[in-house]
């Protein structure tokens, strides 16, 4: 089956970090265009970070500097490496697949993330 | 980095037509032809409606109709059906190879 499953997340205080992974199965994470999007609680949904194939990577003007999204090709996952987080951080964190027409077509399970102040 | 605009909220009755408009800038929706439409149910992950401002996946109802003028990309919901309530949201492509989502409508068929 063609699917991503997440993994990570949970409560964290403010200034902390947190690393959420996602696993791909039935395609290459390292040949498609892999994304974050996040949706803070009773809000919409807010891109925050993709990883191109070429390894270029691009970020939310709210989390540049804080966030990384890596690949491990050998393990065929995606991660978002989240520090310095703040309470309005606080959202269910997606990890979603690009096609080449530049539509998500795949998307993970959602993992909630909750920074306390 | 602005999210595309959506109405809050719109409504019809079962069999009504509901339009729903997403306007963004030159800078996106004015430029690609690179425009998709969710549709997401509560604790759920969303679900592909509309990609390329008007093509529709296959398993997706052909009531569901998308176009484009300029920076306003419109997606129309022909017979309204209790099951198509829900939060719809608009994505498109941008001139910084980065993706933006609309604000989010809410959908209630009355």
């Known amino acids: 089956d063609v699917q991503l499953v997440q993994s990570g997340g949970g409560l964290v205080q403010r200034g902390g970090s947190l690393r959420l992974s996602c696993a791909a199965s039935?395609?290459?994470?390292?040949?498609?265009?892999m994304n974050w999007v996040r949706q803070a609680p009773g809000k919409g949904l807010e891109w925050v970070s993709v990883?191109?194939?070429?390894?270029?990577?691009h970020y939310a003007d709210s989390v540049k500097g804080r966030f990384t999204s890596s690949r491990d090709n050998s393990k065929n996952t995606l991660d978002l490496q989240m520090t310095s987080l703040r309470p309005d951080d606080t959202a269910v964190y997606y990890c979603?697949?690009?096609?080449?027409?530049?539509?998500?077509?795949?998307w993970g399970q959602g993992i909630l993330v909750s920074v306390s102040s | 980095q602005s999210a595309l605009t959506q109405p809050p909220s719109v409504s019809g009755s079962p069999g009504q037509s509901v339009t729903i408009s997403c306007t963004g800038s030159?800078?996106?929706?004015?430029?690609?032809?690179?425009v998709s439409w969710y549709q997401q149910s509560p604790g759920t992950a969303p679900k592909l409606m509309i990609y390329?401002?008007?093509s529709r996946p296959s398993g997706v109802p052909g009531r569901f109709s998308g176009s484009k003028s300029g920076n306003t990309a419109s997606l129309t919901i022909s017979g309204l059906q209790a099951e198509d309530e829900a939060d719809y949201y608009c994505?498109?492509?941008?001139?910084?190879?980065?993706?933006?989502f609309g604000t989010g409508t809410k959908v209630t068929v009355l």
């Open positions: 979603a697949r690009v096609t080449r027409q530049y539509y998500f077509d795949l």
């Open positions: 039935g395609f290459n994470v390292s040949n498609n265009y």
């Open positions: 990883i191109y194939t070429d390894a270029v990577t």
């Open positions: 030159t800078s996106d929706i004015g430029s690609y032809y690179r």
């Open positions: 390329e401002v008007s």
């Open positions: 994505s498109s492509y941008t001139s910084s190879s980065t993706y933006v």
